[in-house]
């Protein structure tokens, strides 16, 4: 891989996890591959979010506000949900974790987890850095699940506790926040060989007239069966949430096989490629008017993720279904076919039988 990349190839990193900011990856890589890695140049599974702020404004705001700019949201997940949100622009953003803390007793077994104690202990100082606000009478405009939550248990109770009251936790009922998910993967599965970084790669590769994007897990898992997702997360809030409201939830996923995700790659590929003789991709409306690339290769090892998500998409997308993980057909998966099928994942067989 740092072979293409030296090789003075356009490149872009997706990475389906997420939990610290882009810039953060973006150096872990360059350190890992030996090749400064920009900002730009990484895809996460929140990345969206940055976009959903600035896509509406906010009623009754000046024209210079924009949607949850200044209101109160709860972020959670692995690693550092707040801290991602507020690279994003987010300026009134809170850890789950630490909006709970707000509360007595909101988590009924808070006392039996012995690493919240430890947690708090590390991060004494954290409140510092969190805008004043009163949790009795701020309400939560939304929560966003940025990464994989840690823990399921208070998570749910907590995001029941906002939801359903409306933004404040213990009130009555009141208009559901919005809800986002950063993902929406059931499960997940990559052979112990290939364990060594936790990266989804997606190198794009420009070959004369021709244009490749070559994807690559290289860690999900490292138990040999399928591990639940962010789905699962997901599912597990839904039914949990529906059964103890009069009303069902109400949420945005993003992530594979959202079609976004496949245009929003393409789109930063195309401001990547600062010359572009096929012209530049222009968005209205959240469409794509034009491509600036003739094919753009999306190789997964799950059909439901990365196959049906590349189907979606349309052109110039083509898909390429891998036996490297959640796939082991000995054919090609019958709910969601594959452009083409590869036992093993081998840019150069790729571009060379495609070419």
Aim: proline share 5%; net charge neutral.
């Amino acid at each position: 891989m740092r072979y293409i990349l030296l090789a003075n190839l356009l490149s872009h990193f997706i990475y389906t996890g997420g939990g610290i900011p882009e810039s953060r990856r973006a150096f872990e890589l360059s350190e890992l591959l030996g090749v400064k890695i920009i900002p730009s140049q990484v895809v996460q599974g929140h990345s969206p979010f940055k976009n959903l702020m600035k896509r509406g404004r906010s009623a009754g705001k000046s024209s210079n506000c924009f949607r949850f700019e200044n209101e109160l949201v709860v972020a959670t997940g692995k690693g550092e949900p707040a801290v991602v949100l507020s690279e994003y622009g987010f300026k009134k953003v809170i850890s789950l974790e630490e909006y709970a803390s707000c509360f007595d007793n909101i988590d009924p077994v808070s006392h039996f987890k012995s690493w919240t104690s430890q947690q708090a202990n590390l991060h004494g100082n954290s409140r510092e850095l969190v805008p004043s606000f009163d949790v009795s009478s701020d309400r939560v405009k939304a929560a966003f699940v940025v990464s994989d939550p840690v823990d399921w248990g208070r998570d749910i109770q907590v995001l029941c506790d906002i939801l359903r009251s409306g933004g404040l936790p213990g009130k009555k009922n009141g208009h559901q926040p919005d809800l986002y998910f950063a993902a929406d993967d059931l499960e997940y599965q990559v052979p112990a060989k290939i364990l060594k970084k936790e990266w989804k790669l997606a190198i794009h590769l420009e070959k004369g007239d021709e244009d490749l994007l070559w994807g690559l897990n290289l860690l999900q898992a490292v138990f040999p069966s399928e591990r639940l997702g962010l789905g699962a997360f997901r599912t597990a809030l839904e039914c949990i949430f529906n059964r103890i409201h009069h009303c069902p939830l109400e949420y945005t996923t993003f992530g594979k096989p959202n079609p976004f995700v496949f245009r929003n790659a393409e789109s930063i590929l195309g401001k990547l490629q600062p010359h572009s003789c096929r012209g530049d991709l222009i968005m209205e409306a959240g469409n794509m008017t034009s491509h600036s690339f003739q094919t753009l290769y999306m190789i997964g090892d799950n059909p439901s993720v990365d196959i049906k998500g590349a189907r979606q998409a349309g052109p110039p997308w083509f898909s390429i279904l891998t036996r490297t993980g959640v796939f082991r057909g000995k054919e090609n998966h019958a709910e969601f076919p594959a452009d083409l099928v590869r036992q093993h994942v081998d840019s150069n067989k790729c571009i060379s039988t495609e070419s």
